[in-house]
């Protein structure tokens, strides 16, 4: 056992078991290593409001002339220059109308951030490699010229981060991500990953790339068929009806294949299930890795009917190579997309 900094013992990667994590376990510098990321973009597959949004300059500098759809005010948040009074004097709640620059695309990222995701085995919990990975499309966004917005999902609320463009206002919304507060074991509240999707649905009506990241595991659900649709199955296609949706799905190495560390007491962070597990017997090992196995199929699935692009990120792996990855694939996806009809040119 080595020593760390500030004198305690260093207890590795079992620090984020034994205790609930406190704060980040990612520090900013490390998000996303902006050397690596010279190279590639990320390929817009869809074709949005009728042009290939990132690929042209707004004709005006700043936020834009334009108006967009009105919605209700955030404290905090939201610029009270941007008040809509005839709105808020019609529904007497404060309303604002954003405003939005002509051929722009708006990159936004819904972060679940709720106990499920403070589980880390290998030095980094679920929540800041979801963060990391986040960091790492901005990146390979931002070099467009477009804006990236965020929300933040707590177990009771949806926290919006508004949508700017620049490398430093990227930093500034992974800054505010990091330092959310961690959410504790059964908190209160009734928030769930369908509702989280279906307010980016509800909320921003204008088209564009919407990024999805959580383990996807909704507390209670036991379930193993692939045929049965996980409850954020249909808010999920609502979603990419109008936008090109990519899922980031981050999950623990020893959720995937369990441990041999003997008998091991189970619970989930969300409902009141608990249970130990004699996990030095190898035929319940091999039963819960099949199990797990079978439920990420089921996610794999839901996704794929739901017609979204995804990326599983694992803690124990680099996520910039594996993000690094799709975008390549996904750059060979766009290029056979875009190409004209046989016997047409260009």
């Known amino acids: 056992m080595t020593q760390n900094p500030a004198g305690r ?3 590795g990667a079992a620090g984020s078991v034994l205790t609930p994590p406190t704060g980040a376990t990612l520090p900013l510098s490390r998000l996303a290593p902006e050397a690596a990321l010279r190279r590639l973009e990320l390929t817009v597959v869809r074709r949005l409001e009728g042009f290939l949004h990132g690929d042209h300059l707004g004709l005006l500098p700043g936020p834009g002339s334009d108006v967009n759809d009105a919605r209700v005010y955030q404290p905090g948040q939201d610029d009270v220059r941007k008040m809509d009074w005839a709105v808020t004097a019609r529904t007497t709640v404060p309303h604002v109308r954003d405003t939005v620059a002509d051929r722009e695309l708006e990159v936004w990222s819904l972060l679940d951030v709720t106990p499920s995701m403070n ?28 804006r990236f917005g965020g929300m933040i999902m707590r177990q009771d609320s949806i926290k919006r981060l508004p949508p700017s463009s620049g490398r430093t206002a990227l930093y500034g919304l992974l800054r505010k991500m990091l330092d959310e507060p961690i959410v504790p074991d059964h908190a209160p509240g009734s928030m769930t990953l369908a509702h989280g999707i279906e307010q980016m649905v509800r909320t921003q009506r204008r088209r564009g790339m919407r990024v999805v990241v959580s383990d996807f595991l909704t507390p209670g659900d036991s379930e193993l068929d692939p045929n049965v649709e996980p409850e954020w199955e249909r808010a999920l296609r609502r979603l990419a009806v109008r936008n090109q949706v990519l899922c980031i799905e981050v999950v623990d190495s020893h959720e995937v294949n369990f441990p041999d560390v003997g008998e091991m007491l189970i619970k989930d962070p969300e409902t009141d299930f608990a249970r130990y597990v004699n996990t030095s017997d190898p035929a319940a090992r091999t039963r819960m890795d099949a199990a797990s196995a079978a439920q990420r199929e089921r996610i794999r699935i839901a996704m794929r009917r739901a017609g979204v692009g995804h990326i599983q990120l694992r803690t124990d792996r680099d996520w910039v190579e594996d993000i690094a990855r799709f975008v390549l694939a996904y750059r060979r996806t766009a290029s056979m997309l875009h190409q004209p009809p046989q016997g047409v040119s260009k």
């Not at 085995?121 to 010229?145: P, V």
């Open 9 to 11: 013992p260093d207890i």
């Open 119 to 146: 589980w880390g085995t290998e030095g980094i919990t679920k929540r800041d490699l979801g963060i990391a990975a986040i960091a790492t499309i901005g990146f390979l966004s931002q070099r467009m010229g477009d």
